[in-house]
Structures are given as structure tokens and as C-alpha cells.
């Protein structure tokens, strides 16, 4: 069965620059989710799609951006790269009609910042 | 102010034998409960959900008990296996937009 795909898998950056990450969810899966995950830390929820709508927020500094596309996938925009970015960045994806607690995540982006 | 606790982040047990991954919350918002088992390199998998008005919710070997009264969960796994050494997330799913929020994990390791 197809799942969640994120590219890249591993992404070095230095401070200041930018890093796009992208999430392709599951076929029909309508709603999108992006977690943040630090090191020796619990992944953390950033932001979340509905019908290429941002439907909520969580702890998403002003320095990055998502959208969601009309094939639904996804992608992360991160400016002005800090040290602290560095982490493990995991995209989820469900069906909004479907099991209310089924969020089906990806292999995840480890992103390096120098 | 961490919504979600997982006290123990290591736990060792012999395979055959019982695993109990315990988990509390502060947030009485939380409508679900779900865990998630990691394996490293991979995102987390979804195991097993309870809703917030259930007690109890089995599935194979995986069986999930919530005590509303004492905010707490757990995850019971018999008879636990090898494979089943991972790292286990505990989740409240909670707000419109259905977001999880984790708690730190415990790495569940299964001696043969």
C-alpha cells in the first residue's frame, strides 16, 4: 500500500539559508500534518492542512510557511535557517472522513543546519 | 507544561513475558488517545487508539486501558516479542484540526 513519501530524506543547510521540504500524503488523504522533532525530544506539532486549506497552528515560528497544493501535497518553506532547526521534520496524513484518530506519518526529513 | 508524560523512557522485558508502557495527561480536552510505535530511521507507526469515553480497547496482542479518573494510560503488549523492541509514543488527539500531541517516549527493549 502507498504511504506518506517526504523529500528529501536528508537535507544539510547552513544558518541563514532556506530548505524546502516536501510531503506527498497517502492517495485520497485530504488532510496534511507537519511535526517537528529535536533532538532527544517528543515531536512537536507545527501546522496542519484541510482541502488546501491551513486549518490550525501549533508552536510554528514566523520563519517558516506551508502550503498545501491542489494534489495535496505539501511543503514546508524554512527561511533564515537557525542551529535549533535542526531536527526531524514528519508529515502525517489522513482522511478527514475517515477514523478521527488514524494520522499516518512518513519516513520524515532529518535537516542539519551548520 | 508537557500535556502528555511518559515517565519512563526506557523498559526491559523478556520476550513471552507482559510489556506495560504507562502515559499520563493534564489535558482533559483530549477526545482520543492513540500510541505510536518508532523504529529509528522510520516515522512513528500507528498500534492501537482509545476513544476518551472507552476504558479499554484490544487489538491482537496490543491491549490500551484509560483511566479518566487518574488521567492515566497504558499499553499493555502480550506476550511481547522481539520485534516489538521500538520506541513507543503516547498521544492525546485533541482541536478541530484532529493535531496529536506526544509525549517523550519510552524505548521498549525485548530480551530473547
Known amino acids: 500500500a502507498a504511504g506518506v513519501i517526504q523529500s528529501p530524506r536528508h537535507l544539510i543547510k547552513e544558518k541563514r539559508e532556506t530548505a524546502t521540504l516536501k510531503c506527498y500524503p497517502i492517495?485520497?488523504?485530504?488532510?496534511v500534518y507537519w511535526y517537528q522533532q529535536g533532538p532527544g525530544q517528543d515531536p512537536q506539532f507545527l501546522i496542519s492542512?484541510?482541502?488546501?486549506?491551513?486549518?490550525d497552528k501549533g508552536s510554528i515560528p514566523d520563519r517558516f510557511s506551508a502550503q498545501q497544493f491542489s494534489d495535496y501535497h505539501s511543503e514546508l518553506n524554512m527561511s533564515s535557517l537557525e542551529l535549533g532547526d535542526s531536527a526531524l521534520y514528519f508529515c502525517?496524513?489522513?482522511?478527514?472522513?475517515?477514523?478521527?484518530?488514524?494520522?499516518?506519518f512518513g519516513p520524515g526529513t532529518r535537516l542539519t543546519v551548520l | 507544561d508537557q500535556q502528555v508524560k511518559q515517565n519512563s523512557p526506557s523498559l526491559s522485558v523478556q520476550e513471552g513475558r507482559i510489556s506495560i508502557l504507562n502515559c499520563d495527561y493534564t489535558?482533559?480536552?483530549?477526545?482520543?488517545f492513540l500510541w505510536y510505535k518508532k523504529y529509528p530511521a522510520e516515522g512513528p507507526t500507528f498500534l492501537i487508539s482509545?476513544?476518551?469515553?472507552?476504558d479499554k480497547n484490544e487489538d491482537g496482542r496490543f491491549t490500551v486501558f484509560l483511566n479518566k479518573s487518574a488521567k492515566h494510560l497504558s499499553l499493555h503488549i502480550v506476550p511481547s516479542q522481539p520485534g516489538d523492541s521500538a520506541v513507543y509514543f503516547c498521544?492525546?488527539?485533541?482541536?478541530?484540526?484532529?493535531?496529536?500531541?506526544f509525549g517523550s517516549g519510552t524505548q521498549l527493549t525485548v530480551l530473547p
Open positions: 502525517a496524513s489522513s482522511l478527514a472522513s475517515g477514523t478521527p484518530n488514524e494520522q499516518f
Open positions: 492517495p485520497r488523504h485530504d488532510t
Open positions: 492542512f484541510y482541502e488546501k486549506m491551513q486549518s
Open positions: 489535558n482533559s480536552m483530549f477526545d482520543y
Open positions: 482509545i476513544s476518551s469515553i472507552k
Open positions: 498521544a492525546g488527539l485533541s482541536g478541530s484540526a484532529r493535531q496529536l500531541t
